[in-house]
């Protein structure tokens, strides 16, 4: 990837389009949020991908991510707690568990951050 400079911030041509990217929301993803971003919808892309192979009748997942943040060190993130809200048919809890653990496990993100960012991650069945 290659960046290059605009006013307030810098941004990449990619195939599916520009990515402006800037400490200034006025200007573009703040690199937290694409950071967050990552470890979310990389964790939800394989969630989805474990759960289509075990056939389980999954209609919805949605992820909502929080950050904590330390001041005292560049604003780093410390932590940050992934919930996944799982919409679907006779899923069961036990199976959800060992899940989860497969997704952290095998998520290229989460693992680039292991032992730097904590990353909690928590889900809910939503039946329908």
Do not use: W
Not at 63 to 77: C, F, L, Q, V, Y
């Amino acid at each position: 990837m290659e960046f290059k400079m605009k006013e307030g911030g810098f941004f990449t041509e990619l195939p599916y389009g520009k990515l402006d990217v800037s400490g200034d929301e006025n200007y573009g993803f703040r690199p937290y949020q694409l950071l967050v971003s990552s470890l979310a919808v990389c964790s939800g892309g394989i969630l989805r991908n474990i759960l289509e192979k075990m056939r389980l009748d999954v209609q919805d997942i949605q992820i909502t991510a929080d950050a904590e943040r330390n001041k005292g060190k560049a604003n780093r993130i410390e932590k940050v707690h992934l919930h996944f809200k799982i919409t679907g048919t006779q899923l069961k809890e036990e199976k959800l568990e060992r899940v989860m653990e497969l997704t952290k496990k095998n998520c290229a993100m989460v693992q680039s951050v292991e032992g730097a960012i904590e990353v909690a991650e928590t889900f809910e069945i939503i039946e329908v």
